[in-house]
């Protein structure tokens, strides 16, 4: 290879797909030989002499049968093993959670723990979506009013200073669970303001010039606002009424 071709595999930037793909496309692109097979196998059955016997212990723990145990390692190390992005990484059950499935299995029953796991999963992918977004947007938003309009700009330490402070005043001085589901609440009603924004400023050729949303894009983000503001409706009449 010469120097140009090794200046331009350094400067080559992995895409998404490439930084999220799990690792098992990876290795199979790689490729797969028998002897890689014969140590993941020596692996799994190292790890299932641990995993299998404290996953039935898990399972009579939260008051099921021992075989739900086996299904949940089974179906779970198999889910782990095939998105994980890791080439070594190790999946099975955690002690910890007896506590957790136990009192989840006692009131809502085994369809229960089933659904709390699902509806944890779908808020986790949530969360972090929107912590990503709500990052970048206001890294962006910071950066373009300081710089561009203001002027001036201000340190990244003293603004991160600035935006962390109210944010450790309230967890000092409320309960930590309410004054999250009060900023929930307040987000989650101040939200509809900038997205109409959004929708009416991007929709604009004027100011949008070439970059103006399409048709799609622009009925997607409308319908996500109408949606966003009836479920506020929804909310602020369960609160009158409660």
């Known amino acids: 290879m010469n120097i140009a071709g090794q200046r331009m595999h350094r400067a080559h930037r992995p895409t998404f797909a490439e930084l999220y793909a799990p690792k098992l496309i990876t290795v199979l692109r790689e490729g797969y030989h028998f002897a890689d097979f014969r140590a993941d196998v020596v692996s799994g059955l190292t790890v299932a002499i641990v995993a299998l016997p404290l996953s039935m212990a898990i399972a009579i723990a939260s008051g099921v049968t021992p075989d739900r145990g086996l299904y949940t390692a089974v ?30 299995a006692e009131r809502q029953g085994v369809d229960g723990v089933i659904l709390a796991t699902a509806m944890a999963g779908v808020f986790l992918i949530a969360l972090m979506a929107s912590g990503i977004s709500s990052s970048v947007v206001g890294t962006m938003a910071g950066q373009v009013i300081m710089q561009g309009f203001v002027g001036f700009s201000i340190p990244v330490s003293v603004r991160r200073l600035i935006t962390m402070v109210p944010a450790f005043i309230v967890a000092l001085s409320f ?18 303001l900038p997205m109409v924004a959004l929708v009416v400023l991007s929709s604009r050729k004027s100011v949008m010039g070439d970059f103006v949303t399409g048709n799609r894009t622009a009925f997607a983000a409308i319908a996500a606002t109408v949606l966003i503001m009836l479920l506020n409706a929804v909310l602020i009449r369960q609160l009158l009424v409660s």
């Open 175 to 192: 309960n930590t669970m309410t004054a999250m589901i009060l900023s929930q609440v307040v987000l989650s009603l101040v939200l509809p």
């Open 75 to 104: 179906i779970g190390g198999f889910i782990v093993s095939l998105l994980g992005g890791s080439r070594f990484q190790i999946g099975g059950p955690a002690g910890a959670f007896i506590v957790v499935v136990a009192l989840t």
